[in-house]
């Protein structure tokens, strides 16, 4: 079973270099998110740079450029984290890092954090990718800006080391508007990624709910949001969630996921669902004055009406691959009850196995069969009987010229029958074929051809199994005339289609 969706509450700096600030945010997460237990899952992610090494020498201190200033300005010991890490685990969420120079991930990995976060702008930084995957720590990694070849290098370096990694969609513009978030790029990832678990980094602004709803009914399974607490002195900027902000955020991807429902799986109806469908479904009734026990359900006695009683066989059930009987007599016009019959639901699995049958003498062969093409299973005495008495036939072409690919099982006949309109000429592809025509047989064996005129009355069968080609004019259904006909199965043809998946 997959795990919960993971909600990341990204600190960043929004501690303002307060330990006790942080504290508070990380407490105010836990306060918001525990409703949210265990359906979700939940981590906070801080931020490392080797403040000392990660700035340039030549503009360390310099007030005039913002991100030095904030990043000397809210900078924290490693003493300092280690108790906002423990603080984090002793609320029971998971821990998260994002390093931005190879000593601050090794630093991570030292701490035992539960992921490692590659953050947009180093996305395709090959050194800190190195130090990345030397962690071995579960990767999430955000791809904001970068083209595809670089997304696709990414994952596929991490995905030779055996490194298990989560691809968010992210838009790298702070806060970012609806119009530039580019949520389509989520099916793009599914469509690219199938087997990867995917992920959206939200920076729009923090009351609007829409985009995480959209994110879940694409397929997003982490999640991820600036956060922090304001007081007097703490402004949040303009892509940071206060706590009530978060609750919102929360309640709206629950809400979707409930909307959302199961994936993966068909779902299962509810009792009210099933009840409200089967009250305006048609049931089976009688046709004749008197109905006989014994009796074959088919189309011509019975007929199908609304409404239906509760233990009523419906519409539904009745299907060419399953047989009723009566079991009592029954008059005009009466509900016939599932209670009234005995079904005989083999029919489907024999047309599964002689599918495969047939499928199996088209591979020997090597017959180029179009995928898409239909195949009429012809059974002339029922579906019981196709493998003594019947035909596959495959229908590739039929125009003012006709091709057809015909496949006999091994021991199969063909009964005696004659075409007005066209002529034909088989061409034996594989296997051996017998050709009947008035008082004339002939063997036929691959590369060996026959051509059958029109009015000739001809039958055929095969002792090994045969697939042979049927070049002719065009075939017109009313076309065939069959000596006896009488007891034939109506109707005496079951379509099926022949699929990649079917072809194998």
């Known amino acids: 079973m997959s795990q919960p969706p993971l909600f990341i509450f990204e600190m960043a700096n929004n501690h303002q270099g307060s330990v006790a600030h942080g504290k508070k945010i990380i407490e105010a997460m836990r306060k918001v998110s525990a409703p949210y237990t265990p359906r979700f899952r939940f981590a906070v992610k801080f931020q490392y740079r080797d403040i000392d090494t990660f700035i340039h020498p030549d503009v360390r201190g310099r007030a005039d450029i913002k991100n030095v200033k904030r990043f000397e300005d809210t900078r924290l010991s490693r003493e300092d984290f280690a108790e906002l890490i ?20 090794a630093r991570i990995k030292e701490e035992k954090f539960d992921y490692i976060k590659i953050a947009s702008c180093s996305f395709g930084d090959w050194p800190l990718m190195e130090a990345v995957a030397a962690t071995r720590l579960p990767v999430i990694a955000s791809a904001a800006g970068s083209d595809m070849e670089t997304i696709k290098n990414v994952i596929s370096f991490f995905s030779h080391r055996g490194i298990a990694l989560a691809l968010m969609h992210c838009v790298g513009e702070y806060p970012t508007p609806n119009e530039r978030l580019q949520l389509n790029q989520l099916d793009y990832y599914r469509q690219e990624f199938p087997d990867l678990t995917l992920g959206f980094s939200t920076h729009e602004a923090p009351d609007n709910m829409e985009p995480v709803k959209i994110a879940v009914a694409k397929g997003a399974r982490i999640f991820e949001k600036h956060v922090g607490v304001p007081t007097d002195a703490v402004t ?40 409200d469908l089967a009250a305006l479904r048609r049931g089976v009734f009688a046709r004749p004055d008197v109905m006989p026990a014994a009796a074959a359900l088919t189309p011509d006695n019975v007929f199908f009406a609304f409404p239906c009683k509760p233990g009523q066989l419906i519409a539904q059930d009745f299907s060419k691959y399953t047989t009723f009987t ?15 019959v005995t079904a005989n639901e083999e029919l489907h699995s024999m047309v599964v196995r002689y599918v495969a049958a047939i499928v199996s003498i088209l591979k020997a062969s090597n017959a180029v069969v179009p995928v898409g093409s239909t195949c009429d299973i012809s059974h002339h005495y029922g579906l019981r009987n196709f493998e003594k008495t019947g035909l596959a036939l495959i229908d590739c072409v039929n125009r003012e010229y006709c091709k057809k690919l015909l496949v006999l099982l091994p021991g199969q006949n063909h009964p005696t029958h004659y075409h007005v309109k066209k002529e034909e000429t088989f061409i034996v592809l594989h296997g051996d074929l017998v050709v009947t025509c008035g ?23 095969s002792t090994m199994g045969c697939v042979f080609e049927e070049i002719s004019s065009t075939h017109c259904s009313d076309d065939s005339f069959y000596e006896r006909k009488d007891d034939f199965v109506h109707p005496r043809k079951t379509t099926v289609y022949l699929t990649k998946d079917v072809l194998g």
């Not at 629950?254 to 669902?273: H, L, N, T, W």
């Open 236 to 275: 949040l900027n303009g892509y940071s969630a206060n706590p009530q902000q978060v609750g919102a955020w929360l309640e709206a991807a629950k809400a979707s996921f409930d909307i959302c429902g199961v994936s993966g799986m068909r779902y299962q109806p509810s009792e009210k669902e099933a009840a």
């Open 439 to 461: 008082d004339e047989q002939k063997v036929l064996h691959r590369g060996e051809t026959m051509t059958v005129e029109r009015n000739v009355p001809h039958c055929f069968s």
């Open 326 to 340: 009566l079991n009592k007599e029954l008059k005009k016009n009466a509900a016939i009850m599932k209670a009234d």
């Open 86 to 105: 423990a603080c984090v685990r002793a609320n029971d969420m998971l821990t998260i890092c994002t390093p931005f120079d190879e000593i601050s991930a």
